[in-house]
């Protein structure tokens, strides 16, 4: 175990940072951290993406960053597992998790949903977990369809 020199904060030796305030074992602050717009997230975009707050917004990740990149945004450790899936088990089957959107939800029977299969990252030191769906552009697509119809 070992406190955070900024917040006091108690963690496990397998974190890098403090999930609080995001400072690091040695006492380095992160002044990214906790960013969710404005003018400071323009500094973030400098950092090399492992001392990257989860919280920035700046820059947003597209799909084959998403994919590939290998350091947790909790822990800063090199060990994210792409591409889980993710089940949903009902009892007596189980299928992939998927999400749905309607392109026209006030339809009352043909409401033209657009599905889109779940997978998830997971860190294998922290367990953080973050889900996606496989085709983004698809379900965007779905999207304005259902904005503009």
């Not at 975009?45 to 994919?67: F, G, I, K, T």
């Amino acid at each position: 175990m070992w406190s955070c020199k900024k917040c006091r904060e108690q963690h496990e030796d397998s974190f890098l940072v403090c999930w609080s305030c995001g400072t690091t074992r040695d006492g380095v602050e992160d002044p990214a951290f906790g960013l969710e717009d404005g003018p400071e997230v323009i500094e973030a975009e400098r950092m090399p993406a492992s001392r990257r707050s989860v919280h920035s917004a700046w820059p947003p990740l597209d799909a084959s960053q998403r994919l590939t990149d290998s350091v947790c945004p909790k822990c800063t450790a090199q060990k994210m597992i792409p591409e889980v899936t993710v089940i949903d088990s009902n009892g007596s089957s189980s299928d992939n998790l998927t999400v749905r959107l309607d392109r026209n939800p006030q339809a009352w029977v043909f409401k033209n949903p657009a599905f889109q299969e779940l997978k998830a990252k997971v860190c294998g030191a922290c367990g953080y977990t973050e889900l996606y769906v496989t085709d983004p552009a698809a379900l965007w697509s779905a999207y304005l369809i259902q904005r503009d119809g």
